[in-house]
T-cell receptor, first 110, second 115 residues
Framework: KNEVEQSPQNLTAQEGEFITINCSYS?????LHWLQQHPGGGIVSLFM???GKKKHGRLIATINIQEKHSSLHITASHPRDSAVYIC????????????FGKGTKLSVKP | GAVVSQHPSRVICKSGTSVKIECRSL??????MFWYRQFPKQSLMLMAT?????????EQGVEKDKFLINHASLTLSTLTVTSAHPEDSSFYIC???????????FGPGTRLLVL
């Protein structure tokens, strides 16, 4: 069983819809990453958060440490948001030692 | 925001040859760089952690003599895949941090195809 689980695996939405991607983890962590991977493979770090909520533009990430759950929300989704969204949790005391979720493939239709 | 670059973005090589991939932090000094690889339809997996001026720490199952890592400066780490084989074909991604606890910035990745 993967220690970082994401849902859904695939998500298709219409432009303008509110998107929620969920991440649950079973490891004890100090912070959780949300990453965006475009079709070409390149990865962009969206958020690193250890508590509460962070917002950047139309993206909002929340985390509940007690429940070991995090969500990534996209407001007013746009086709350019189409990508794979990955949550990752560090383990073993090393910041780079990340357990990655399998990703959520988001497709936003115009 | 901070930028991490990788070169080349894509490389095709013959089996048995060596390939060098560069990872650069463009606007900050990276005390630590990480190398990951991603096989098709699989999650990213950490290969090794590279600290400037010291030997890299490899994850279990990653051959240090096959995947040579050099972090000679605070802005450059290189990964050399020696005697590449088709099963080394993968997407290699580096990331960098300025200091422990700070944001981790990922490179755009290098797609390696070994024929």
């Amino acid at each position: 069983k993967n220690e970082v689980e994401q849902s859904p695996q695939n998500l298709t939405a219409q432009e303008g819809e509110f998107i929620t991607i969920n991440c649950s983890y079973s490891v004890g962590i100090s912070a959780l990453h949300w990453l965006q991977q475009h079709p070409g493979g390149g990865i962009v770090s969206l958020f690193m958060l250890s508590s509460g909520k962070k917002k950047h533009g139309r993206l909002i990430a929340t985390i509940n440490i007690q429940e070991k759950h995090s969500s990534l929300h996209i407001t007013a989704s746009h086709p350019r948001d189409s990508a794979v969204y990955i949550c990752a949790a560090p383990y073993g005391g090393s910041q780079g030692n990340l357990i990655f979720g399998k990703g959520t493939k988001l497709s936003v239709k115009p | 925001g901070a930028v991490v670059s990788q070169h080349p973005s894509r490389v095709i090589c013959k089996s048995g040859t060596s390939v060098k991939i560069e990872c650069r932090s463009l606007d900050f000094q990276a005390t630590t760089m990480f190398w990951y690889r991603q096989f098709p339809k699989q999650s990213l997996m950490l290969m090794a952690t590279s600290n400037e001026g010291s030997k890299a720490t490899y994850e279990q199952g990653v051959e240090k003599d096959k995947f040579l890592i050099n972090h000679a400066s605070l802005t450059l780490s290189t990964l050399t895949v020696t005697s590449a084989h088709p099963e080394d074909s993968s997407f290699y991604i580096c990331s960098a941090i300025a200091a422990a606890g700070e944001t981790q910035y990922f490179g755009p990745g290098t797609r390696l195809l070994v024929l």
